[in-house]
Nanobody, 126 residues
């Protein structure tokens, strides 16, 4: 089981980035995938949770602070989940991680995420 997160970088406020979470060793159809982020000096927080599903939007829930700005797109053929981040703000600056939850679960509590990808740094700054 592996999760590989990528796509971070430096972007100006109002800009966009697309993060990728490529999964191998299991199917995204059966496990929830969460995106989490951790800013310097802060606790890791959940950003989104995508339920096991074949649908392209992945039946995702988002935290309030990113609703309307972040969107999940699922590519079943590539077994990859994308986090499209638009209208980025300086407060979105953090290391972003994707993680896998329990088989068949529909939520992504931090303490139930069994596999984590390496983080990818997102910096929003002018």
């Amino acid at each position: 089981v592996q999760l590989q997160a990528s796509g971070g970088g430096l972007v100006q406020p109002g800009g966009s980035l697309r993060l990728s979470c490529a999964a191998s060793g299991f199917s995204l159809d059966y496990y929830p995938i969460g995106w989490f982020r951790q800013a310097p000096g802060k606790e890791r927080e959940g950003v989104s949770c995508t339920n096991p599903s074949r649908s392209s939007d992945g039946s995702t829930i988002y935290i309030d602070s990113v609703k309307g700005r972040f969107t999940i797109v699922k590519d079943n053929a590539k077994n990859t989940l994308y986090l499209q981040m638009n209208s980025l703000k300086p407060e979105d600056t953090a290391v972003y991680y994707c993680a896998r939850g329990r088989l068949g679960a529909t939520l992504c509590p931090l303490n139930e995420m069994g596999y984590w990808g390496e983080g990818t740094q997102v910096t929003v700054s002018s």
